[in-house]
Every structure is written in structure tokens, then in C-alpha cells.
């Protein structure tokens, strides 16, 4: 068996507290620069199926990573007032999660910086994290 040694660093443990224990998934690069704290983002999401006729302003959903799985509310949609599920509609969205996530842009981890969206039971969207807005308590 081999283990994966992480090792945070000091300024990680003033936020870690908040931090849901499943989002710690972490890839092995140096985390000072390659990792984020934080619980609103902007992501690239494409619908996939959906039990809804439209995502708006306020939508809530659930949001999964890995083991990580948070109610969210998509907070604004960028260049649109409300995006139509058909499928595989794209957009760029702002989402709020209620749990504090740990997790990288999609650029600098493929794993990391992905997610899917989910209402009853089904995935409806799958996304990207673009970028995040730092966690302040």
C-alpha cells in the first residue's frame, strides 16, 4: 500500500476549520499557489438533462466533486437572465455554495477543478471552476 503525505501550509490552517473534511481531496503539486479556499465561483457549465424547463437566479441544486456534496444556488447568470434546459445548453455561471470548498481552477487540475450539478437525483449539468472569490468568514 502506499500512502500520500499532505502537507498544508500555516496560512491554510486559519480557514480550515470551515472546511467540509470530504473537500480536502488534494492533488500534489505545492500548495501555497495551486489551491483555494473559497465558496462562490464562476464556472462553465453544460446542461446535460434536466427535470427542470429553466435554471435562473436563485436555482437550487446540489453540487458534487469527488465526495464532496453541498447545496448551491447558482447566483447569476453571466450575459443571461435564464438558461433553458435543453440539452447541452452552455453558460457561464456564478455559484454559491453553503458548504466552504478546497479545490483548484480547472487549469491547474482537471480532477480538481470539476464538478456536476444535481436535482433529484439526476445530473444536470456537469462544469469547470474558472474562478473563485477567497474565502472571508
Do not use: W
Amino acid at each position: 500500500n502506499s500512502f500520500l503525505t499532505v502537507k498544508f501550509p500555516l496560512s491554510a490552517f486559519s480557514s480550515i476549520q470551515a472546511i467540509n473534511k470530504s473537500s480536502l481531496l488534494l492533488n500534489e503539486s505545492p500548495l501555497d499557489t495551486d489551491y483555494a479556499i473559497f465558496d462562490t465561483f464562476e464556472a462553465s457549465i453544460m446542461i446535460t438533462s434536466s427535470p427542470c424547463s429553466i435554471i435562473a437566479k436563485g436555482y437550487l441544486c446540489l453540487l458534487s466533486s469527488y465526495s464532496f456534496i453541498a447545496e448551491c444556488s447558482i447566483e447569476n447568470i453571466i450575459g443571461k437572465k435564464v438558461l433553458k434546459c435543453d440539452e447541452y445548453s452552455i453558460a457561464k455561471v456564478i455559484i454559491k455554495s453553503k458548504e466552504v470548498l478546497m479545490r483548484n481552477k480547472y487549469e491547474l487540475s482537471h480532477h480538481l477543478g470539476s464538478f456536476s450539478l444535481k436535482k433529484e437525483g439526476k445530473i444536470i449539468a456537469i462544469g469547470v471552476i474558472n474562478k473563485y472569490k477567497k474565502y472571508n468568514k
